[in-house]
Each structure stands twice: as structure tokens, then as C-alpha cells.
């Protein structure tokens, strides 16, 4: 009995090991129209240039799909650099939720990441 146990645990190892390694797939449409969405569209180009990361052209069944919600604030303050935004995530129009996105021109590389871990939270919930 313990002998079977343990084969079943270990069996389900290598479909834990697929589901990480599964591509982050998801659909954005750049060059929507707004003040300051180029910086978003930048930001997510990166996000998609990421190996493991495919962007879909068109939105189908069980897609995640990312929007910008509101605006994009620039920071006006002491990093004149510095911009913030909302993306929505929703997937086959039910939404999944928001997040808040802080990033910084000189510092793009930390927003991608940021980005693209925010993605991936997203994708999990309905996988």
C-alpha cells in the first residue's frame, strides 16, 4: 500500500513540472488611444519578448486578456521619470481582476518583471 503511495505521488511530479513550464499566453491590443498608453504598450512589448511568453494576435477561448483601466498617471514629483497604471485581466469576459503598476524609464527591466509576474498570477486563477 505505502509502495503504491508513494508511485502515485511521484507520478503527478512531472505534470507539476508541465504546468509551470507551460507558455504564458495572453492578448493585448496595442495602440489603443489615450495620453501616455505608448509607455504600457512598451512595457508589455518587453513582456512579450520574454521566452516562454506568447502574445496571441486575436482573443479565443480561454485567453487571458489584459487591458489598461483608467489612466496613466505621470509622476509629476520628484521622479519625473516615473508612471503608474491599472491593467484588468479577463478571460472569457468574466473579470479576473486588477493590478496596480508602478514603473520608472530608467528602471524598465524591474517593471517587466513586475508585469509579467502580475500575468502570471492572473493566468493561474482560472488554470
Given at each position: 500500500?505505502?509502495?503504491?503511495?508513494?508511485?502515485?505521488?511521484?507520478?503527478?511530479?512531472?505534470?507539476?513540472?508541465?504546468?509551470?513550464?507551460?507558455?504564458?499566453?495572453?492578448?493585448?491590443?496595442?495602440?489603443?488611444?489615450?495620453?501616455?498608453?505608448?509607455?504600457?504598450?512598451?512595457?508589455?512589448?518587453?513582456?512579450?519578448?520574454?521566452?516562454?511568453?506568447?502574445?496571441?494576435?486575436?482573443?479565443?477561448?480561454?485567453?487571458?486578456?489584459?487591458?489598461?483601466?483608467?489612466?496613466i498617471e505621470q509622476d509629476k514629483?520628484?521622479?519625473?521619470?516615473?508612471?503608474?497604471?491599472?491593467?484588468?485581466?479577463?478571460r472569457d469576459g468574466d473579470r479576473?481582476?486588477?493590478?496596480?503598476?508602478?514603473?520608472?524609464?530608467?528602471?524598465?527591466?524591474?517593471?517587466?518583471?513586475?508585469v509579467t509576474d502580475d500575468i502570471?498570477?492572473?493566468?493561474?486563477?482560472?488554470?
Amino acid at each position: 500500500m505505502k509502495l503504491r503511495l508513494f508511485a502515485a505521488i511521484f507520478a503527478c511530479v512531472p505534470l507539476a513540472a508541465q504546468a509551470q513550464d507551460a507558455p504564458l499566453k495572453f492578448s493585448y491590443r496595442f495602440g489603443t488611444p489615450g495620453t501616455n498608453h505608448w509607455r504600457v504598450d512598451g512595457v508589455l512589448h518587453a513582456v512579450a519578448d520574454q521566452a516562454g511568453v506568447i502574445l496571441e494576435p486575436r482573443i479565443g477561448p480561454d485567453m487571458l486578456v489584459i487591458a489598461i483601466s483608467g489612466e496613466i498617471e505621470q509622476d509629476k514629483g520628484e521622479h519625473p521619470k516615473g508612471f503608474r497604471f491599472m491593467l484588468g485581466f479577463t478571460r472569457d469576459g468574466d473579470r479576473l481582476g486588477e493590478s496596480w503598476e508602478d514603473c520608472n524609464s530608467d528602471m524598465l527591466a524591474d517593471c517587466v518583471r513586475q508585469v509579467t509576474d502580475d500575468i502570471r498570477s492572473a493566468d493561474a486563477i482560472h488554470h
